[in-house]
């Protein structure tokens, strides 16, 4: 049985992730510019992460369940439609490398993957509890189609290191290139992530548009340039949403497992 204290943390991780995405909401401006790029973190990604963060707290944690099993099929069912109609979107203008590596398509996988778990689990309890939190007599549930959470298990996990090689391998390149660090974090990672796209071609040309767009809105609010990163530069950074995306991922992942 999995320790209680351990799934108390990974619960309180994804009200963190919650917490981010929605502070996101709030202080992205594309809402009211109408700004949103495509391949960008825009406001879906966020409000999918926050619905995420909500459901998956709950799924640790009992006393955190929010809405009933019925309706997180619902949203979740509209939230992979969503995602793959984006990822179709994306095939049609990068070709089929975004079926695999574009930006929306570990978005698509974690929107089937919850809409998996709450239908399997509430099928394999007969309508029951369903998820409810893991802990005490709760661990005992188990999903149907094991080998299909396995699946995405794996899946999960790739994509996960996959953004983690994404962001370490852009400031390697930044590194070799000479292009000097800033001492703050963000604007280092937004040079970072533009380094990143320009070295992976066009199929990154909707990233490379995002630090446009991130730079347009600095600009906008009022910053000098050179005066640091603000907390809004820093919370609407792509690798803060890349980072909630990984914590979320590897999530997801554990649930998966204990859960087969």
């Not at 394999?124 to 298990?153: D, E, H, I, N, R």
Request: hydrophobic letters at 55%; charged letters at 10%.
């Amino acid at each position: 049985m999995t320790p209680a204290w351990l799934l108390d943390i990974f619960a309180a991780f994804m009200l963190v992730v919650a917490a981010v995405s929605a502070a996101r909401l709030v202080a992205a401006r594309s809402w009211v510019r109408g700004a949103a790029v495509a391949g960008s973190a825009g406001p879906d990604v966020d409000v999918a992460h926050l619905l995420m963060g909500i459901a998956m707290a709950g799924m640790f944690t009992a006393s955190l369940t929010t809405l009933s099993n019925t309706a997180w099929e619902v949203i979740f069912g509209l939230m992979t439609a969503w995602f793959a109609w984006r990822v179709w979107c994306d095939a049609r203008a990068n070709g089929t490398r975004a079926l695999a590596g574009g930006h929306c398509a570990p978005h698509l996988v974690h929107s089937a993957a919850m809409l998996y778990m709450f239908l399997a689990l509430a099928s394999s309890a007969g309508g029951g509890s369903g998820m409810g939190g893991m802990g005490g007599s709760a661990g005992m549930q188990t999903l149907k189609y094991p080998t299909l959470a396995f699946v995405f298990a794996l899946i999960l996990v790739g994509y996960s290191v996959w953004d983690l090689d994404q962001l370490s391998g852009a400031r390697r390149a930044l590194a070799a290139a000479g292009t000097p660090l800033a001492p703050a974090g963000v604007p280092a990672m937004a040079a970072a992530e533009s380094a990143g796209a320009a070295a992976s071609g066009p199929a990154a040309m909707g990233d490379a548009a995002t630090i446009g767009t991130r730079a347009a809105d600095e600009a906008l609010s009022g910053e000098p340039p050179g005066s640091g990163p603000s907390i809004r530069a820093l919370l609407l950074a792509p690798g803060t949403a890349t980072g909630c995306r990984i914590v979320m991922g590897i999530s997801m992942a554990l649930i998966l497992v204990i859960m087969i």
